[in-house]
């Protein structure tokens, strides 16, 4: 029996990284995009060969030509200007609402029925984007920023507390940048929150070098940002939606007055199976955090209105 297709637009780090794990996790054949001719098929071909001794036998095509995702049930678009020192998530939106506008149609001509995933940054804003381009409805276009987020929480605790991560879960709510909300009291080791685990000094810590994980690597590197991790969360919300796992996982979603928020991108739980985001959960959050999501929604609609513009203007 044939495989689902995974179109992924971008064949840098991430983009390559992302194909890489979905195709060792035998879930799905790989068509890798980038405007630059010969990367996607050099790295296609570099990851076919891996395949022989990685023992699995998921198929990657490479090309600058987008009839390669004709057939994908999920597009990922990995592509864009990655930050650099001292820049910020926003920085980058005028440059990559050019190319994530750029790419969308040519997805649409050719996929016209996928799943959208974004990733490309600032995350809620492309996803916005993506949206008010497609027509293509909550279900069908998202973001990956939650499950990133939340995994550098969880690695944080795991190390500040000396376990393993498996024991650890995380929650990490709201935009992905600097206004994202991370939640304590529902991050937990065996089922303990971390708040009953350390003092409210250290949890703080914690948190705020959450919301600095992708700026502290980006320092780290000088050259480049953040993309194994980035690219293990994508491969875990297209798992879900190819498996029809129905996992819950925090993504970048369209509110339409879940946890008070409406008309507005920012991430939440959701249940991702079959056909995408079957549905937005909600959960019971402390005063502060519901403030703090708010906040982080209302820095999203700034981002949004930008996009507005860009649109308008490109009209």
Known sequence: MAKPKVGIIGAGNVGATCAQR??????????????????????????????????????????????????????????GMARKPGMTREDLLEANAKIVHSIVPRVMSQAPEAILILVSNPLDAMAYLAAQMTKWGPRRVFGMAGVLDSARLRCFVAEKLKVSVKEVQGLVLGGHGDTMVPVPEMTTVAGVPITKLLPKEEVEQLIERTRKGGAEIVGLLKTGSAFYAPASSTADMVQAILLNENRILPVCAWLTGQYGLDKVYCGVPARLGQGGLREVVEIPLSDAAKKSLNQSADAVRKEMKAIDAFLNAAA
């Open 22 to 79: 979905i195709l060792e996790r035998d879930i799905a054949d790989v068509a890798l995009v980038d405007v630059v001719a010969g990367l996607a098929a050099g790295k296609a071909l570099d990851l076919a060969q891996a395949a022989v001794l990685e023992g699995h036998d998921g198929k990657i095509v490479g090309s600058h030509e987008y009839t390669g995702l004709q057939g994908a049930q999920i597009v990922v678009i990995t592509a």
